[in-house]
């Protein structure tokens, strides 16, 4: 119940199915809760850019399966949208500037990562995104 928002921005991107596909995949997934911090109307006008959304959401997604054991290797990792994300383990788990909430939340095709924040690339310009 804590990633319906996630959800349903990937049914608006049209990527549930590409999800579902043999991956494997690991998913960085923001919460609810990070979702509505992002304002109504910015979120709004990402829903209505599909390009955009979809830059969005496939930086949320590693191809392969990192575990928690695997991220606590790394200072990087690279999305399937292109940019690579900042791994800190110095102080608990973030992913850029987000918290692993919970991780290794097992799937048939991967695994995800819970996050307390959207993730934005630097070539998406929603700025309200990441306040």
């Given at each position: 119940g804590s990633l319906d928002g996630l959800r349903a921005v990937l049914?608006?991107?049209g990527l549930i199915d590409t999800l579902k596909g043999p991956g494997p995949f690991t998913v960085f997934a923001p919460t609810d809760e990070a979702f509505a911090k992002i304002p109504k109307a910015d979120l709004e006008a990402l829903l209505a850019d599909k390009a955009k959304l979809?830059?969005?959401l496939t930086y949320?997604?590693?191809a392969g399966k990192v575990m928690?054991?695997?991220v606590m290797k790394i200072?990087?990792?690279k999305t399937v949208e292109g940019q690579m994300l900042k791994i800190d383990t110095s102080n608990g788990v973030k992913v850029?500037?987000?918290k692993v909430v919970k991780a290794d939340v097992e799937a048939s095709n991967g695994v995800i990562h819970v996050l307390d924040a959207v993730l934005v690339p630097e070539s998406v310009d929603v700025a309200a995104l990441t306040s």
């Open positions: 049914r608006a991107a979809t830059k969005v949320h997604v590693v928690a054991a695997d200072k990087e990792a850029n500037n987000a």
